[in-house]
């Protein structure tokens, strides 16, 4: 099941990936009228909420840290605090690897045997497998993947 989660999400980033890669950085950058964020921090949040979703919450070990990634693309975060733009090449390399990395991981069985500790988020969602969590990753995907389409069209 894991496996099907991940390629969902793996086929979702290969569609952002063909909408984002030529733009330029001032595209990735630009916020427009309106809108709290940008292309870039969109990509990062995606980058971030999967680490947080599918490793997050197991005795797993992250296949990268999370830490730049929660203080930039977290929740409540957003690019008109940032000091420096993020590069938009190595966040995309990030994003398509760490989708690559999760289905691989799916595909070996590794989620199948984690060890997972309930959670609850602010809002009130709650996920009581690993599988919950691996699923609202993908419909997470979508709705992000629907911000970065309109705002694409917007710095067109």
Same mark, same amino acid.
């Given at each position: 099941m894991y496996t099907s989660v991940a390629k969902v999400v793996k086929h979702s980033r290969i569609q952002v990936h063909a909408l984002v890669h030529e733009l330029s950085k001032e595209q990735w950058m630009m916020i427009p009228a309106g809108h709290d964020n940008n292309i870039a921090w969109n990509v990062g949040h995606l980058i971030w909420a999967q680490l947080g979703l599918t490793y997050g919450h197991t005795n797993l070990s992250l296949p990268l840290d999370r830490t730049p990634y929660t203080t930039l693309y977290g929740i409540g975060t957003s690019p008109a605090q940032w000091e420096a733009d993020p590069?938009?090449? @190595?966040?995309?390399?990030?994003?398509? @690897?760490? $989708?690559?990395?999760?289905?691989?991981? $799916?595909?070996?069985?590794?989620?199948?045997?984690?060890?997972?500790?309930?959670?609850?988020?602010?809002?009130?969602?709650?996920?009581?497998? #690993? #599988?919950?969590?691996?699923?609202?990753? $993908?419909?997470?995907?979508? @709705?992000?993947?629907?911000?970065?389409m309109a705002l694409r069209n917007l710095v067109l």
């Open positions: 590069n938009p090449a @190595e966040l995309l390399t990030t994003f398509m @690897e760490l $989708a690559d990395k999760v289905l691989v991981d $799916a595909s070996a069985g590794l989620f199948d045997d984690a060890e997972f500790e309930p959670w609850t988020t602010g809002g009130g969602a709650e996920f009581k497998t #690993l #599988l919950d969590m691996h699923v609202y990753n $993908a419909a997470h995907e979508g @709705e992000h993947r629907g911000m970065i």
